[in-house]
């Protein structure tokens, strides 16, 4: 991955400071004087982290009272260094109040470039290490009309630089600043940002060395060959790269469809279980009612009994008043025998309702614990499968890995062949401007050419 970066803004505002936070060491030089350190457009290349960083440090490239003449040289100069465009204009700004001046500055960004500048423009405030309790959101509170006008042309995209910082807090202030350009990339359509000037700079130069190269490979068959076993090699590698990316992505996918077997087997067996529970419990509602009304009717048959005996026995005593305690000692035995057996009966029924209610409970515990260890069984299955598939997954992600080194190996063993013929070819030239004065051959020449081969070969 790639970032290219122009840095705007005026002189002292601590550009090349911020170029070397984002750089991670000090590669543009700096000062504390009035005077500005750098006179020119520098360009400073790092990579950190298989991430590419470019930038271009402008120094009062956009100050007002620099001439219209002497900004177009140096915007031909950044278009050639950061061709084919920077990812994010930073317009760097002192933690400070807005001024005229500075807005002149971004008035005049706009002019030289075009309107679409503010599509890739980021506000970048340096001097954050006099901050004290102070938020991003309060200094934009608090900014003027002016500011808050600017920044919400380019989008509010600002963000405060502690150049003085400690290394880790730098590195967290770039890794913010990294994404918010991938952020600004893909709302352009993964496009860096391109002007007129540069997209004449660009296409003439690319145009140059195209037919430099084209015009030398048709002159040497040694070298048309290297170059042809070369983009064999790269096609043959890259048929290989894609061929184990689509087995990985298959893998990947065999995977999440596991999972989703998985998930979908247990909430089927979730929502079973529920089943049987409500089911369970609306036969024991149903039972229980059945109970009640059944000693709901004995009740009601046992009123019905005594209220017949007692008109029976207020008839009998106004039959028989002679027999009346004889009468009542047998009522009295008969109803005692009665009682007793009614106990008796009572609780044959309790005992035997206490019964079938434990092996109703000794039952369900039963079938509790067999559903529960064929769960358990379900479950121990689906994670040994699980385990198996992502074995079987890190051992194709090794395998890829190992392939890729391997083309990495080939790749840098290329890079160092390419190197040699260049060594060979600039030997030769320099012999050849030597022997004729009259060549037009440089070692700029040349060294355009040799990057025009590799844009060219699509190296």
């Given at each position: 991955?790639?970032?290219?970066?122009?840095?705007?803004?005026?002189?002292?505002?601590?550009?090349?400071?911020?170029?070397?936070?984002?750089?991670?060491?000090?590669?543009?030089?700096?000062?504390?004087?009035?005077?500005?350190?750098?006179?020119?457009?520098?360009?400073?290349?790092?990579?950190?982290?298989?991430?590419?960083?470019?930038?271009?440090?402008?120094?009062?490239?956009?100050?007002?009272?620099?001439?219209n003449?002497d900004?177009?040289?140096?915007?031909?100069?950044t278009?050639?260094?950061?061709?084919?465009?920077?990812?994010?204009?930073?317009?760097?700004?002192?933690?400070?109040?807005?001024?005229?001046?500075e807005?002149?500055?971004?008035?005049?960004?706009?002019e030289?470039?075009?309107?679409?500048?503010?599509?890739?423009i980021?506000?970048?405030?340096?001097?954050?290490d006099?901050?004290?309790?102070?938020t991003?959101?309060?200094?934009?509170?608090?900014?003027?009309?002016?500011f808050?006008k600017?920044?919400?042309?380019?989008g509010?995209?600002?963000?405060i630089?502690?150049n003085?910082?400690?290394?880790?807090?730098?590195?967290?202030?770039?890794?913010?600043?990294?994404?918010m350009?991938?952020k600004?990339?893909?709302?352009?359509g993964?496009?860096?940002?391109?002007?007129t000037?540069?997209?004449?700079?660009?296409?003439?130069?690319?145009?140059?060395?195209?037919?430099?190269?084209?015009?030398?490979?048709?002159?040497?068959?040694?070298?048309?060959e290297?170059?042809?076993?070369?983009?064999a090699?790269?096609?043959?590698?890259?048929?290989?790269?894609?061929?184990?990316k689509?087995?990985?992505?298959?893998?990947?996918?065999?995977?999440?469809?596991?999972?989703?077997?998985?998930?979908?087997?247990?909430?089927?067996?979730?929502?079973?279980?529920?089943?049987?529970?409500?089911?369970?419990?609306?036969?024991?509602?149903?039972?229980?009612?059945e109970?009640?009304?059944?000693?709901?009717?004995?009740?009601?048959?046992?009123?019905?009994?005594?209220?017949?005996?007692?008109?029976?026995?207020?008839?009998?005593?106004?039959e028989?008043?002679?027999?009346?305690?004889?009468?009542r000692?047998?009522?009295?035995?008969?109803?005692?025998?009665?009682?007793?057996?009614?106990?008796?009966?009572?609780?044959k029924?309790?005992?035997?309702?206490?019964?079938?209610?434990?092996?109703?409970?000794?039952?369900?515990?039963?079938?509790?614990?067999?559903?529960?260890?064929?769960?358990?069984?379900?479950?121990?299955?689906?994670?040994?499968?699980?385990?198996?598939?992502?074995?079987?997954?890190?051992?194709?992600?090794?395998?890829?890995?190992?392939?890729?080194?391997?083309?990495?190996?080939?790749?840098r063993?290329?890079?160092?062949?390419?190197?040699?013929?260049?060594?060979?070819?600039?030997?030769?030239?320099?012999k050849?401007?030597?022997?004729?004065?009259?060549?037009?051959?440089?070692?700029?020449?040349?060294?355009?050419?040799?990057?025009?081969?590799?844009?060219?070969?699509?190296?």
């Amino acid at each position: 991955m790639t970032f290219r970066f122009l840095m705007v803004g005026k002189s002292g505002c601590g550009k090349s400071s911020t170029g070397n936070t984002i750089l991670g060491e000090d590669m543009f030089p700096t000062g504390t004087g009035l005077a500005a350190v750098t006179k020119t457009c520098e360009h400073r290349v790092t990579t950190k982290k298989n991430t590419r960083i470019e930038v271009v440090d402008s120094p009062g490239l956009f100050d007002p009272e620099r001439p219209n003449e002497d900004v177009r040289q140096e915007i031909v100069k950044t278009a050639t260094v950061l061709h084919p465009g920077p990812h994010a204009v930073l317009y760097v700004l002192k933690l400070d109040r807005y001024t005229p001046e500075e807005y002149s500055t971004y008035q005049k960004l706009k002019e030289v470039f075009d309107a679409d500048i503010v599509k890739y423009i980021i506000i970048v405030f340096t001097g954050g290490d006099r901050l004290k309790n102070e938020t991003l959101d309060d200094i934009l509170e608090n900014a003027g009309p002016t500011f808050r006008k600017v920044a919400e042309e380019c989008g509010n995209r600002v963000i405060i630089f502690n150049n003085l910082d400690k290394k880790k807090n730098k590195e967290t202030q770039v890794k913010k600043l990294l994404e918010m350009t991938q952020k600004v990339v893909r709302e352009n359509g993964e496009n860096p940002y391109r002007c007129t000037v540069q997209e004449k700079v660009g296409d003439k130069l690319e145009e140059t060395v195209t037919n430099s190269v084209k015009s030398l490979v048709e002159k040497d068959p040694k070298l048309k060959e290297f170059f042809s076993q070369i983009e064999a090699m790269l096609r043959q590698s890259q048929n290989r790269a894609d061929s184990h990316k689509a087995k990985l992505d298959e893998t990947i996918k065999r995977k999440k469809e596991v999972e989703a077997t998985e998930q979908k087997m247990r909430e089927e067996m979730e929502r079973e279980k529920r089943e049987r529970e409500e089911e369970e419990r609306k036969e024991k509602e149903r039972k229980e009612e059945e109970e009640q009304e059944k000693k709901r009717q004995e009740e009601e048959a046992r009123e019905k009994a005594r209220k017949e005996e007692e008109e029976k026995k207020e008839k009998e005593r106004k039959e028989e008043e002679e027999r009346k305690e004889k009468e009542r000692k047998e009522e009295e035995e008969r109803k005692e025998k009665e009682r007793k057996e009614e106990e008796a009966r009572r609780e044959k029924e309790r005992k035997e309702e206490e019964a079938r209610r434990e092996r109703q409970r000794k039952e369900e515990e039963k079938q509790k614990r067999e559903e529960e260890l064929r769960h358990q069984k379900e479950l121990l299955e689906l994670e040994r499968k699980k385990k198996q598939l992502e074995l079987e997954a890190k051992k194709e992600e090794e395998k890829f890995r190992k392939e890729m080194r391997e083309k990495e190996e080939l790749e840098r063993k290329r890079r160092e062949e390419m190197d040699e013929v260049h060594r060979l070819e600039m030997e030769r030239k320099k012999k050849d401007v030597v022997e004729n004065k009259d060549t037009h051959w440089t070692l700029e020449a040349a060294g355009a050419l040799w990057k025009g081969a590799k844009g060219w070969l699509g190296f």
